[in-house]
């Protein structure tokens, strides 16, 4: 009986686990700010930036998210950079850490390894934070899959501008973003084949049209 408990116990452990490995995401992003000597040990790392060691705080200042859209860029180096969109609380985060850390660095971490940093210079109110080097193609792919394009990211209110915090208003942006990607392929395509048959396309300029009220005013 002691020995069908204890089966029962670890099968439920390892479900649990395979479960939480199940749900946990594929690209995990961290930014961190800059710490110093004065910090207790527990609470800060180093990392060799530009040639010097550079100590950091472990608990970022926002983090994969915190994040609602992406934008990817090829870097200069061959690799991949993004521009990330963060959500009201990365957006505030990210406004307090560079307006009161001029000078000092951020640096970029994706699935644990360092990516990119960079120096702040004055502060970022818009929300958008970017990752200038360092990513893989595969990573790149994986952001596509589970975020919208900045550009296709609406606010979660008709009445001001506020861009998705909670889970269920990013999973709504990134629904809403799939749809309208679908519906405008689908557009495209069949505009495509009416051209193809040569016959008129209703979405396509006209140019400047003159009233036809107006032809027969001045003949």
Known sequence: ???????????????????????????????????SEMDSPKTIFRRPVAGRTVIFKIIPEFSHENVVAV???????????????????????????????????????????????????????????TIWRGLSDEVVVELEKKYPPINRVKSS?????????????KSQARQQAAREAKAKAAKEKEAAKRRARGEFDPETPAGELVPLGELLKNP
């Open 157 to 169: 209110s008709e009445f001001i501008d506020m861009t998705p915090s909670t889970r269920k208003e």
């Open 1 to 35: 009986m002691r020995f069908l408990t204890a089966l029962l116990a670890l099968t439920a452990c390892g479900l649990t686990a395979c479960s939480a490995l199940k749900n946990e995401p594929k690209v995990m992003i961290t930014v961190h700010s800059q710490g």
């Open 71 to 129: 934008h990817p860029f090829p870097a200069d180096d061959g690799t991949q950079g993004v521009a990330l969109k963060l959500d009201f609380s990365g957006t505030n985060e990210l406004d307090l850490v560079t307006r009161t850390r001029r000078g000092e660095m951020l640096m970029s971490m994706v699935n644990g390894v360092v990516v990119d940093a960079v120096q702040v210079d004055q502060p970022v109110t818009d929300g958008i934070f």
